[in-house]
């Protein structure tokens, strides 16, 4: 299911935020989001997840106006695998992964068996079945965010949006985690990310989104993107993007380390 | 199904049990003594089965007329505190919410103590706390749409606020009442107490607490997404301010039914659903009905103890204090989450 943006500008108050921004994503694809803090990344990613409404322009879902869609039906097309997730209260990892067959209950309804075997399905799938009956709470990082992965896989929607995936994560998580997030692109997912890392960027996706100031800076092929010019624009620093293994790699590295 | 909810099944379906023995066994107690087979024989014809008359009138009047309302009561106000308490703490995401949170106690004693100045009938009484209750919600609801910033904190602001002013309000009222007979009733009221339970305040709220525990049972599984926030509620197909409202809707209702009748009676919807949670879990499907189950049948342990255990009646609404607070700080200062694998 693809997914376009056109022309959405966004306000707080008098305050804009997001100026005219516009950008595709096709089914099977992975959209990295890059930009540094404060120039709009998680209000833009707000609006396409429907979570903000009052923005001009529109987001299209298969070609029809998210806003048209009420909560639930929102829900089975676009799902949200938030940065981090700090529940109030001690649910299991399988309470958790269930949460997200919600959108297809009627709202006096609990969850039943066909749900809860999604749920063994999703879990198996990114390779957490072994955690089902321990507390969320008590999970490593990474742990929980192949959980929410899980949640948004059983809700049944084909594009999947994960804010900072890798924030929170070591080094390790956070490649396995993106992997994770590839693979469910090549599976046919829409997956679309917001990041800090160009590098990883670079590698695991397949198109990159730069937004500096509330616009888009430039939009392409990770190649098109991560160039010295453009990591100066976007990030006002300099650095020598070097090449590795046939381009499947680039390293920035700051001038200043090898002047 | 895994097993641990298998468990957690087993366990509300024990607690079922556990309170129907519960009430069997509340007949039984009393100063007026009825033996188990008359009391099975009195129910039994009552519910149309064609039993020859074996005991005493005195016999039947003390189970139908004065402890049946009471037992039914008591777990009934248990049953609407404890879950309303579990539902609040859900909807505004905060563990120590309970069922006064919003003012509906405080709009309820405001309520009573006005009816006891006019000198209603205890009816009339019932009625007053009802209508005080709910019309404080209201303002509580209407006070936080003006509130700036987080909509949830201002809706417990403005609860804490509006209950402060009525219980101003009913201190006014207990300045003003009459020192010899109307005084010591708001007081007494506001002990709560369930002694003066009669089948036609158990009429007045039935109907309000069924509109009110249903819904709550029949959402539970929404509470549960509710409990994440606000964004990831949504991204999953629920909004959550509007089941927010139908949840609080619902728990005030049950909340004003059963202050109206009982007075206050504190602690219940704070501690029983942190109790439960150490039963069966967080899970709202098993937590719900487990806090309905809990609350009833720790109200009526309690107002057992109330109408036996001394001459004069302790009132309920102190010994659910005497009994919750130091639970409370066994259950806070214990060996932390019952939940940890």
Known sequence: ?259 | MNEIEKKHRRTVLIMGVALIVCILASFLLGRYPVPFGELLGILGSKLGLPIGKFWTDQMEAAVWNIRLPRVIMSVLVGACLASAGASYQGVFQNPMASPDILGASAGAGFGAALAILLGASSVGITIGAFAASLVTVALVFTVSRHARGDRVLGLVLAGIMVSSLFQSGTSFLKLVADPNNQLPQITYWLMGSLSGAKWSDLGFVLLPVLIGLIPLLLMRWQLNVITMGDDEARAMGVNAPRVRLGIVICSTLVTASAVSVSGMIGWVGLVIPHMMRRLVGSDYRFLMPASMLGGGIFLLIVDNVSRNATTSGIPIGILTAFIGAPFFLWLITGKGDHYEH
């Open chain 1, 1 to 259: 299911m693809s997914i376009e943006v056109k022309h959405l500008s966004f306000s707080y108050g008098d305050r804009p935020v997001l100026h005219d921004i516009s950008f595709q994503v096709e089914k099977g694809e992975f959209l990295s989001i890059l930009g540094p803090n404060g120039v709009g990344k998680s209000t833009l990613f707000r609006c396409v997840l429907g979570l903000l409404s009052g923005y001009t322009g529109q987001v299209l879902v298969d070609g029809i106006d998210s806003r048209s869609y009420s909560v639930r039906e929102a829900a089975k097309h676009i799902a949200y695998i938030p940065q981090s997730c700090r529940p109030i209260f001690n649910y299991s990892v399988f309470d958790i992964v269930l949460m997200g067959r919600t959108s297809g209950l009627s709202t006096f309804r609990s969850p039943k068996k066909k749900d809860a075997e999604s749920c063994l399905w999703a879990m198996d799938k990114v390779g957490i079945s072994h955690l089902a009956d321990r507390c969320f709470h008590r999970l490593s990082g990474g742990e929980q965010q192949l959980v929410l992965i899980a949640r948004a896989l059983v809700q049944n929607a084909p594009i999947l949006m994960l804010d900072e995936p890798t924030a929170n994560l070591d080094f390790g998580n956070q490649l396995l985690v993106l992997e994770q997030a590839r693979n469910l692109a090549r599976e046919g997912y829409t997956v679309i990310q917001t990041t800090h890392h160009p590098e990883q960027s670079y590698m695991y996706s397949d198109r990159i989104l730069a937004i500096q100031k509330g616009r888009v800076l430039t939009e392409g092929t990770p190649e098109q993107v991560l160039t010295e010019d453009t990591m100066r624009a976007l990030y006002g620093v300099d650095v020598n993007v070097v090449s590795l293994y046939n381009d499947n790699a680039r390293i920035c590295i700051p001038t200043h380390i090898i002047a």
